[in-house]
């Protein structure tokens, strides 16, 4: 299997430097390119082919969330991590909603950092806790003066609500295996089948449609 390629977008060339020699410790990482700023992030995806890029949010010439939103529509198979010392409530829906996978903070560890690449290679979606607890949130507050939807025919069953419940939470798959005592690939079988009863495409969106059924 080959290693996963990978796009650095940061202004910040010291931040570039440090990410860089981080991510040269995992033995399936390799970054192919890195960019100052949105603008050179799209001219380097297509030379580079990178898979996965890690996104600042804050950059001159292009911003991190414009630059996400073209990227997907430029080249829907690179999936976008935003990487920020930025939380603000505004900022976290913008990146999501301008298509990116994940949401990681700077200052997350190493091993979340890890797993949060090694997730949008394999087309996962992956929040920090505080960021999922705050979608979530937002999405609930929203939902409340919003026409309830039908629970769907083919209803969860129990084990895939506790499965839900730890995605919404922003447990990774690694997680919810050690939390539930399923094995990992039991987990993923698992989120298969919410996916589909839910109609969602992401982790993400199958926890927010589930909040918005009531059944978290």
């Given at each position: 299997?080959?290693?996963?390629?990978?796009?650095?977008?940061?202004d910040?060339?010291?931040?570039?430097?440090?990410?860089?020699?981080?991510?040269?410790?995992?033995?399936?990482?390799?970054?192919?390119?890195e960019a100052?700023?949105?603008?050179?992030?799209?001219?380097?995806?297509?030379?580079?082919?990178?898979?996965?890029?890690?996104?600042?949010?804050?950059?001159?010439?292009l911003?991190?969330?414009?630059?996400?939103?073209?990227?997907?529509?430029?080249?829907?198979?690179?999936?976008?991590?935003?990487?920020?010392?930025?939380?603000?409530d505004?900022?976290?829906?913008?990146?999501?909603?301008?298509?990116?996978?994940?949401?990681?903070?700077?200052?997350?560890?190493?091993?979340?950092?890890?797993?949060?690449?090694?997730?949008?290679?394999?087309?996962?979606?992956?929040?920090?806790?505080?960021?999922?607890?705050?979608?979530?949130?937002?999405?609930?507050?929203?939902?409340?003066?919003?026409?309830?939807?039908?629970?769907?025919a083919?209803?969860?069953?129990?084990?895939?609500?506790?499965?839900?419940?730890?995605?919404?939470?922003?447990?990774?798959?690694?997680?919810?295996?050690?939390?539930?005592?399923?094995?990992?690939?039991?987990?993923?079988?698992?989120?298969?089948?919410?996916?589909?009863?839910?109609?969602a495409?992401?982790?993400?969106?199958?926890?927010?449609?589930?909040?918005?059924?009531?059944?978290?």
């Amino acid at each position: 299997m080959g290693r996963i390629r990978i796009l650095l977008v940061d202004d910040q060339a010291m931040f570039r430097e440090g990410l860089r020699t981080l991510l040269a410790t995992q033995p399936d990482f390799e970054v192919v390119g890195e960019a100052a700023n949105g603008e050179e992030a799209l001219r380097l995806s297509t030379t580079c082919h990178p898979e996965v890029a890690l996104m600042d949010l804050r950059m001159p010439v292009l911003d991190g969330v414009a630059a996400t939103r073209r990227l997907r529509a430029l080249h829907p198979e690179v999936r976008v991590i935003i990487l920020t010392t930025f939380d603000d409530d505004e900022d976290i829906f913008e990146g999501l909603r301008a298509g990116a996978l994940g949401y990681l903070l700077k200052d997350a560890s190493s091993a979340k950092l890890f797993e949060a690449v090694r997730a949008a290679a394999r087309g996962e979606s992956f929040l920090q806790p505080s960021v999922a607890a705050k979608v979530v949130a937002e999405f609930a507050r929203l939902a409340e003066n919003a026409p309830r939807a039908e629970v769907p025919a083919e209803a969860l069953s129990d084990r895939e609500l506790a499965v839900l419940r730890l995605v919404a939470q922003g447990a990774s798959n690694k997680e919810i295996a050690l939390a539930l005592f399923i094995a990992e690939g039991t987990v993923k079988n698992h989120l298969t089948n919410i996916l589909t009863k839910l109609d969602a495409r992401d982790r993400t969106q199958a926890a927010l449609k589930a909040r918005n059924l009531g059944l978290l």
